[in-house]
């Protein structure tokens, strides 16, 4: 279904939320919700300059489970309020089956996290919804992988699909993961999916974020995923890669050049 070319699946991702321009689409907010100050903050700054997309997470999958783990449903209660003000289309990963319901009740996007990529039966059950999912790829997943989890939600009958490169685990260190930039162009090749990179977790480091964003645009990337704190040196998870609002704004502006 992703790869035919029939009309299975949206093409677009300005389609699929009735936005009527075709331009890359920017989703960016902080690693977790934390408080509902922060959202607010972040929500507002966002709509400002006319992203659509805040993403936030409220279930956190930590390698380690002595780290914050997400406020859970108060989160997800914090995100729906901010993003339904701040007229945002929201996005938060859901990481289990049980929990699938109780999210499509508060956000418009589900995000399948690069470690549920194959979590075959959590892609049935967000393939059962009507909502738009972001799927990303796994941490040691190969580029057909990712075509046949997307197969997965297509084949129970969800026609809203949006891809994420989000870099691989390979031997280098300087980034957390290593962007595989050429994923973008295959996957526009051979699937009929939008496709979207997240720069914040890919590089686990913000100074290069930049010149990485307008390289996955000139890639073909339908969008740029990035992660946003008003003060990064305090958030409660991935403080590293979290963009300032000036920072990001100096992002936006460098994309636009
Ligand atoms: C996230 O986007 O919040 C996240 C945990 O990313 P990934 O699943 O790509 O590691
Ligand atoms: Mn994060």
Redesign the pocket.
Same mark, same amino acid.
């Given at each position: 279904l992703v790869s035919s070319s029939s009309n299975a699946c949206f093409k677009s991702i300005n389609e699929m939320f009735g936005l009527g321009n075709n331009e890359p689409v920017i989703i960016a907010g902080p *690693?977790a919700v934390e408080t509902p100050e922060y959202l607010e903050t972040i929500a507002k700054h966002l709509r400002d300059k006319n992203i659509r997309f805040i %993403?936030a997470?409220a279930y !956190?999958?930590r390698s380690s489970p002595y780290d914050f783990q997400g406020l859970k449903e108060n989160g997800l209660k914090i995100l729906q309020d901010v993003s339904k003000r701040y007229g945002l289309f929201s996005i938060t990963?859901v990481v289990d089956t049980r929990d699938v319901n109780l999210v499509t009740q508060y956000v418009d996007i589900l995000?399948i996290?690069? %470690?549920n990529m194959q979590n075959f039966e959590l892609l049935k059950e967000v393939g059962k919804t009507n909502h738009p999912v972001l799927l !990303?790829r796994g941490?040691s997943a190969t580029i057909q992988e990712l075509m046949l989890a997307a197969e997965y939600i297509a084949l129970k009958g969800n026609n809203k699909i949006i891809l *994420?490169e %989000?870099g691989i685990r390979t031997y280098e260190t300087k980034t957390r993961n290593t962007l595989d930039i050429s994923s973008i162009p295959i996957i526009k090749k051979e699937t009929h999916l939008p496709i979207v990179a997240?720069i914040s977790?890919s590089l686990g480091r913000k100074d290069i974020v930049n010149n990485i964003a307008k390289a996955v645009l000139a890639a073909g990337a339908d969008g740029i995923?990035v992660e946003v704190h008003p003060i990064p040196e305090l958030a409660l998870s991935d403080s590293k890669q979290q963009l300032n609002l000036s920072e990001f704004d100096d992002m936006l502006d460098f994309i636009k050049r």
């Open positions: *690693c %993403r997470g !956190k999958p990963e995000q996290g690069a %470690r !990303k941490i *994420c %989000r997240d977790h995923m």
